[in-house]
Nanobody, 127 residues
Framework: QVQLQESGGGLVPAGGSLRLSCAAS????????MAWFRQTPGKEREFVAV????????SYADSLEGRFTVSGDTAKKTVNLQMNNLRPEDTAVYYC????????????????????WGQGTQVTVSS
């Protein structure tokens, strides 16, 4: 059983940066794909980014236009999301999610594929 806990959310002005972290406990961290999703009230949870140590890379939502970077440390069991040039439309609750690596499964942007979820952390970008 994997437990996830996000941290690092807050209020930031437009154009600013924020770094979110997700700490995991339980499981063999390197065998999991770890993703970030975000959600605003009344909307579906939206894929942001994923990192896979087994594939050896990352994948991002096209809408981010290269402003976000996902990284992680398997020894520390952490995954981070560096968010730069933030915009008011980035305001959301950000969730960390994990799923066991799937051979030939590639990167997944579907929230239904992820078994483990954190509680979420609020990010608010002021205009």
């Amino acid at each position: 059983q994997v437990q996830l806990q996000e941290s690092g959310g807050g209020l930031v002005p437009a154009g600013g940066s924020l770094r979110l972290s997700c700490a995991a406990s339980g499981g063999t961290f390197g065998d999991y794909d770890m993703a970030w999703f975000r959600q605003t009230p009344g909307k579906e949870r939206e894929f942001v980014a994923v990192i896979s140590w087994r594939i050896g890379g990352t994948s991002y939502a096209d809408s981010l236009e290269g402003r976000f970077t996902v990284s992680g440390d398997t020894a520390k069991k952490t995954v981070n999301l560096q968010m730069n040039n933030l915009r008011p439309e980035d305001t959301a609750v950000y969730y960390c999610a994990g799923r066991p690596f799937v051979y030939f499964g590639g990167y997944s942007s579907r929230q239904s594929d992820y078994s483990y979820w954190g509680q979420g952390t609020q990010v608010t970008v002021s205009s």
